[in-house]
């Protein structure tokens, strides 16, 4: 199982960013997929969860009506769309696949004027 996250990056509060996860090594239309994140100094928290069929996603109250998961079966990439961004927001972002207890190495996304 690989999971390799992009499109971090520094944005003004406010704005938009798009976090991608290409999965490998695993079929990953079959199973369901999260996005963490983890503040310096703070846990990791679960931020957005989506079933296996896209039908069903939650997320954490903080993030809810601002982010939006999704998910390309296709392509096996996993998407995390970001918008109206908090400087709370600030942290390393990570792809998950809970099945198999699997992360990514993380993407930074910091939220600063």
């Known amino acids: 199982v690989q999971l390799v996250e992009s499109g971090g990056g520094l944005v003004q509060p406010g704005g938009s960013l798009t976090l991608s996860c290409a999965a490998s090594g695993f079929t990953f239309g079959s199973y369901n997929m999260r996005w963490y994140r983890q503040a310096p100094g703070k846990e990791r928290e679960l931020v957005a969860h989506?079933?296996?069929?896209?039908?069903?996603?939650n997320y954490a109250d903080s993030v809810k009506g601002r982010f939006t998961i999704s998910r390309d079966d296709g392509q096996n990439i996993l998407y995390l769309r970001m918008t109206s961004l908090l400087p709370d927001d600030t942290a390393v972002y990570y792809c998950n696949a809970p099945w198999f207890g699997a992360y990514g190495q993380g993407t930074q996304v910091t939220v600063s004027s």
């Open positions: 989506i079933a296996r069929t896209g039908a069903s996603t």
